[in-house]
């Protein structure tokens, strides 16, 4: 049952918000970047004011330069977005909620959620001792394209192919490397799952002397030669174990557990959107790896996914 809220929200302390996120320094003008001389131009938005600028005679507002420009949603409207596109909630229900085109909306969801994922591009390689990594298959077709050639017919729903999964036959694989001490991830879409694309993830987000615990895929068998060490457990159904205990403490360090849970709240996440188009996959995964790694909606989070942080900002959980 969806609860419209936009009316309850109090529009001004919205504003401020916004406005100190998108503008920590304080509001300047786009074009000569003066903070001085700047009267009100118009007030018909209110609390969205236009300002021009007395050096330079540039009208804005504080969306503009931002990749909120051009918008007219309130900025009670614009808080709820951002909070729907960091929890995951459909875009269709999102649209419903807010009364408001849903195809505009799933338009500025895409632009929003490819900042977070640029920004996640740049992050720093985990510094934990002890970590796992591991891939999943994501169902994901294209979904939103039309197929009229009769020679290409779009995907039915129930993609059952078996064997490891690519992006061309719509399974695409998402690697990811957990860090034991950290808890942190590190997710990545990526096209198929040979041993030159997973050295490179796992190279990526590890530390040089790191302890890597994988599955007995062969497209980990290079990770000793990368000053890695290389622990596996075999997954295979006719010798499978989920744990092993190799120094002899009595505890069963030897696992992927940890990342085993993480596809699974992956694909909860990804089941609430009934289907996501290959295209943008990368995008809804890197979202996901935001709530995961930073748990609540502080100023900082809603800076990266406005595309104001500093890219490779790392942030507390």
């Not at 936009?6 to 998108?22: E, F």
């Not at 131009?41 to 804005?60: A, E, I, M, N, W």
């Not at 729907?84 to 500025?108: M, N, S, W």
């Amino acid at each position: 049952m969806d609860f419209p809220i936009v009316d309850l929200l109090n529009q001004q302390a919205c504003y401020d918000y916004l406005l100190a996120v998108l503008h920590p320094a304080g509001l300047a003008c786009p074009r000569c970047r003066h903070q001085d001389g700047l009267g009100v131009h118009r007030c018909h938005r209110t609390p969205v004011l236009d300002y021009q600028c007395s050096h330079c005679g540039c009208v804005f507002n504080a969306w503009t330069d931002t990749p909120l420009a051009n918008t007219h949603r309130t900025p009670a409207e614009i808080l709820m977005i951002l909070r729907g596109i960091l929890q995951g909630v459909p875009t269709a229900r999102l649209a419903r909620e807010l009364r408001c085109d849903r195809k505009h909306l799933l338009e500025l969801r895409r632009r929003l959620q490819g900042l977070v994922e640029q920004s996640q591009k740049q992050d720093a390689a985990l510094e934990d001792t002890v970590t796992e990594a591991d891939e999943m298959f994501q169902n994901a077709g294209e979904k939103g394209v039309p197929h009229t050639d009769p020679e290409d017919p779009p995907r039915r729903r129930a993609n059952k192919q078996r064997g490891h999964g690519t992006f061309a036959n719509d399974r695409p694989p998402v690697a990811g490397v957990v860090g034991r001490d950290s808890g942190e991830i590190r997710l990545e879409m990526i096209h198929h799952t040979n041993q030159e694309t997973l050295e490179a993830v796992v190279g990526d987000n590890t530390a040089a002397g790191a302890t890597v615990n994988t599955d007995e895929w062969s497209g980990y068998n290079g990770l000793g030669g990368m000053n890695r060490t290389h622990r596996t457990v075999c997954h295979s159904p006719t010798n499978r174990e989920w744990a092993r205990d190799d120094d002899g403490d009595g505890i069963r360090e030897v696992h992927t557990n940890t990342m085993e849970g993480i596809w699974t709240g992956l694909r909860n996440f990804l089941r609430s959107f009934r289907g996501v188009s290959k295209h943008y996959l990368s995008q809804y995964v890197s979202i996901f790896q935001l709530q995961y790694n930073y748990k609540y909606v502080s100023t900082v989070v809603l800076s990266i996914i406005l595309g104001v942080a500093p890219f490779g900002t790392v942030f507390a959980s």
